[in-house]
T-cell receptor, first 115, second 114 residues
Framework: KAGVTQTPRYLIKTRGQQVTLSCSPISGHRSVSWYQQTPGQGLQFLFEYFSETQRNKGNFPGRFSGRQFSNSRSEMNVSTLELGDSALYLC??????????????FGPGTRLTVL | AQSVTQLGSHVSVSEGALVLLRCNYSSSVPPYLFWYVQYPNQGLQLLLKYTSAATLVKGINGFEAEFKKSETSFHLTKPSAHMSDAAEYFCAVSFYNQGGKLIFGQGTELSVKP
């Protein structure tokens, strides 16, 4: 079974631009969560989607948004990029995030650099 | 507020020595607890999880952790370190009513000396 895939793996943008990151969960998984990882703040939860609905949201500004498609693939978008948005963005999938016996499987991440 | 604290951002052990990575949580409701490992330029891999069954949890690669409610701790141990254990380790907590949201500790980088 293929794992969680994230595209692109690396991205360089400039301040003020917007960016879209993509995550394809493991086949059959319906929950997708997004995390931001930075050296200063560590791993922080962005949001979770289940069956195309945002089910949980972290404490990030409205510039960060996401969506999930009917095939469970998810995208996250960051508008008006700031230098502080430079981070590794990780996506995780599970059968159903509410069932905590379901392991969350993480993708390799997208490394975003904002210049 | 719910939080996770990992004591020690860097831990160094000799090959063959005991590995002990400390994790304490703060929560007013029963938590589910996890340990993840991250190798350079990779995502996170689940080592083990506590979901209210046995308090001593065995995971992959010889790791285990014990849930101690009285101490609000979930420390990770391995009897004998191997060079391949060098990585960053994250303790995380989740709660029944928060679905797929994991709250992570700051991470502990484990170095293994030959």
């Amino acid at each position: 079974k293929a794992g969680v895939t994230q595209t692109p793996r690396y991205l360089i943008k400039t301040r003020g631009q917007q960016v879209t990151l993509s995550c394809s969960p493991i086949s059959g998984h319906r929950s997708v969560s997004w995390y931001q990882q930075t050296p200063g703040q560590g791993l922080q939860f962005l949001f979770e989607y289940f069956s195309e609905t945002q089910r949980n949201k972290g404490n990030f500004p409205g510039r960060f948004s996401g969506r999930q498609f009917s095939n469970s693939r998810s995208e996250m978008n960051v508008s008006t990029l700031e230098l502080g948005d430079s981070a590794l963005y990780l996506c995780a999938s599970s059968l159903d995030g509410r069932l905590l016996s379901n392991e969350q499987f993480f993708g390799p991440g997208t490394r975003l650099t904002v210049l | 507020a719910q939080s996770v604290t990992q004591l020690g951002s860097h831990v160094s052990v000799s090959e063959g020595a005991l590995v002990l990575l400390r994790c304490n949580y703060s929560s007013s409701v029963p938590p589910y607890l996890f340990w993840y490992v991250q190798y350079p330029n990779q995502g996170l891999q689940l080592l083990l999880k506590y979901t209210s069954a046995a308090t001593l949890v065995k995971g992959i690669n010889g790791f285990e952790a014990e849930f101690k409610k009285s101490e609000t701790s979930f420390h990770l141990t391995k009897p004998s370190a191997h060079m391949s254990d060098a990585a960053e380790y994250f303790c995380a907590v989740s709660f029944y009513n928060q679905g797929g949201k994991l709250i992570f500790g700051q991470g502990t980088e484990l170095s293994v000396k030959p």
